[in-house]
């Protein structure tokens, strides 16, 4: 039996909408969850403000077996995401006092001082789980489906990392490639047949325009081997019947 | 007076939540509405699925002074874009009649079949009006303050040069950005003091990391230069009293 496992993601960051930086996690995320067979349905990027974070977080808990966020759970002033996820959760944002230990441990090590600014790295919703940082140490947190990891993208990668393990896999996705040399405006009236003739399947069309040139790249998806080949021949039937 | 203007986009397409695609135009239209003064407030990724589509234009236009979309305006079955625009608005969705005018002249010149694929690329919501496409002629099309563009980075970005000279600018934000060489544990306390005593002003601290070591980059922004100057020399303030 195949089984549908959805996910969302929330990149929380005045600094993506201006511009200044460019999202690397949005293109990570998406390519390890394909790989684990669960499907990212929707990404909403918001400011770094709380109604805006609460409502993202509401909306998307509620819509998709899983959440992911980057971004927001620094030490600085306009890191709000551990105070904005318990406000959506209607829970306490408290210095966990694992997460407390840990740091106070690791800068009196180094002796730096233990700042105001970075125990504020050990806030989270009373009751979450840390999803352990390898990086610089002060961890995400998990909260229900809810994964609140960080925005700098060795970091979002080393926590999603420790994540996946704990994620109950969907039932892969499996795809096949096709290129086409023909522009979509040749291939659309067949490829839209062969879809509504092999509804199992999910066909993608994606026009590539490249130094004057334009082809396209088929792409064939489905939980059922049987249909993908099925859907895949008749599409490879189909070019080759353009191209005679 | 300051002004501001805001905008809103809705990424459009299976391939970028899949991975497959990585999106180019997010970070391109976030700095073009930085560079002419208008707030990119929220973006949204969504599925080639109407509901999500319908739901996201409604959300977005109602909250925002101008929504951007790219993909899904292509010629084949998968391409929903111009009908779900068309839902949102509760429009019907016609073949228009200049565009096809031009696309059939297009193709009759260059001696290429103007199939029911290619005429899709007309359609639009009674009453919308074109964005012109210089690089593969189908036009996009804008609806109140919806603009409708291709997902194709070279195509969205010449049909959004098209449409800034449309745009009411707003006021243009300045910004400033300052090199600290500590980590934001260090100056987060002090930081978060000086964005208090300056509340016409945005300080975003965006923490860096590379080849083992941590900096911080923070930016001032206000859409008033002499209050972006104080803060500038607060923080400047800060970071040598720091530094000595």
Aim: proline share 5%; with cysteine; net charge negative.
């Amino acid at each position: 039996m195949s089984q549908t496992v959805t996910a969302s993601m929330i990149v929380i960051g005045d600094e993506i909408l201006s511009g200044r930086t460019k999202d690397r996690n949005i293109g990570h995320l998406a390519d390890i969850m394909t790989a684990i067979g669960i499907d990212l349905v929707e990404v909403r990027i918001v400011a770094d403000d709380e109604a805006a974070i609460v409502e993202a977080i509401n909306t998307l808990r509620a819509r998709t077996d899983y959440v992911f966020t980057s971004g927001g759970i620094g030490p600085t002033h306009d890191d709000i995401t551990a105070d904005s996820v318990s406000k959506a959760f209607g829970l306490p944002c408290v210095h966990d006092a694992k997460a407390l230990a840990m740091l106070e441990q690791h800068y009196a090590k180094r002796e730096i001082e233990f700042t105001e600014a970075r125990k504020r790295m050990a806030r989270m919703p009373v009751g979450a789980e840390h999803i352990d940082n390898p990086v610089s140490l002060a961890p995400g947190f998990r909260i229900e489906n809810v994964h609140v990891m960080a925005g700098v993208p060795a970091i979002f990668q080393a926590m999603l990392d420790n994540v996946v393990p704990t994620l109950k896999a969907g039932t892969k996705l499996m795809s096949t490639s096709i290129h086409c040399p023909f522009g979509e405006g040749t291939i659309g009236g067949p490829l839209g047949e062969i879809q509504k003739a092999h509804p199992d399947t999910i066909i993608g069309s994606y026009p590539k325009y490249q130094d004057g040139t334009f082809w396209t790249e088929l792409v064939v998806r489905s939980r059922d081997a049987d249909a993908l080949a099925r859907a895949e021949e008749a599409v490879r039937k189909m070019l080759a019947g353009l191209a005679g």
